[in-house]
């Protein structure tokens, strides 16, 4: 079952949000991040072959195993593919590995970041973020 999310990025390059989730190992609750760039489109989450779970790939990142299908985004429930692209993902996760997509998010707005140190983040979801102007200072 896909869970479908309709709208349009609500950040634009170079607004300044804050974090309302941890993004492992350089984002807490509260890290202030400047939007590099907004993007629309599906994420997935995908089992590793050891069987760890791993959230939010772009379907870009990623690329369908099966000879006899072509290549097509969005993936389905259940789809084994190949990683593209592990920029922004833990040391485990490696270009060309085979997962197999347990999760798909349909047309999500999503970011890729500048952190307060000038590291680049590969993206959280509109849905993890709040405008830093909306935060009071304490």
Not at 18 to 46: K, N
Not at 86 to 102: A, S, Y
Request: with cysteine.
């Amino acid at each position: 079952m896909s869970v479908c999310y309709m709208g349009y990025p609500e950040f634009h390059p170079g607004n300044k949000v804050v974090s309302l989730v941890f993004h492992p190992p350089e984002i807490q609750r509260g890290t202030e991040v400047t939007i590099i760039s907004p993007r629309l489109g599906d994420l997935y989450a995908v089992q590793l072959p050891d069987g760890e779970l791993h959230r939010w790939f772009a379907g870009t990142e990623l690329q369908t195993v099966s000879s006899s299908s072509i290549s097509c985004i969005p993936y389905r429930l259940g789809d084994l593919v190949r990683v593209l692209n592990d920029r922004g993902h833990p040391p485990k996760i490696k270009k060309g590995m085979i997962v197999k997509i347990v999760k798909v998010i349909s047309q999500i707005p999503f970011y890729d970041l500048k952190l307060e140190n000038g590291k680049y983040h590969r993206w959280l979801a509109d849905f993890e973020i709040v405008s830093r102007n909306l935060i009071q200072s304490s």
